[in-house]
């Protein structure tokens, strides 16, 4: 077999590899300059997010939520459909659907 010497190498490798990792990649400076602007990237903080302000909190905001979304689907599927048919009396509905 190999002897002692590969087991104390093993032995080595077992223990430092994971203390040079943490020191190469656990610094804090090292941190801040990749993997902060790589998380603001993929993960946009709240001022940047469109509706941030406006998310519903409670039970009745989200049911007036789902209502104007539903409306707003209602009036863009009127409009296709007046728009393929080229018929008058559905931009009438669509007016007294809003």
């Given at each position: ?24 990649y ?5 941190y ?13 903080s ?17 049911r ?9 689907k ?14 008058s ?6 007016k007294?659907?809003v």
């Amino acid at each position: 077999m190999a002897g002692p010497n590969l087991e104390v190498f093993k032995f080595a490798v077992y223990v430092f590899f994971p203390v040079l990792v943490f020191l190469r990649y656990g610094d804090p400076e090292w941190y801040r300059s990749n993997v902060i602007p790589y998380k603001e990237r993929i993960f946009p903080s709240e001022e940047r997010t469109a509706r941030s302000n406006s998310i519903p909190t409670n039970h009745t905001a989200v049911r007036q939520e789902l209502e104007r979304i539903k409306a707003e689907k209602a009036t863009r599927r009127m409009q296709r459909e007046h728009e393929a048919s080229g018929n008058s009396t559905a931009s009438e509905e669509v007016k007294r659907m809003v």
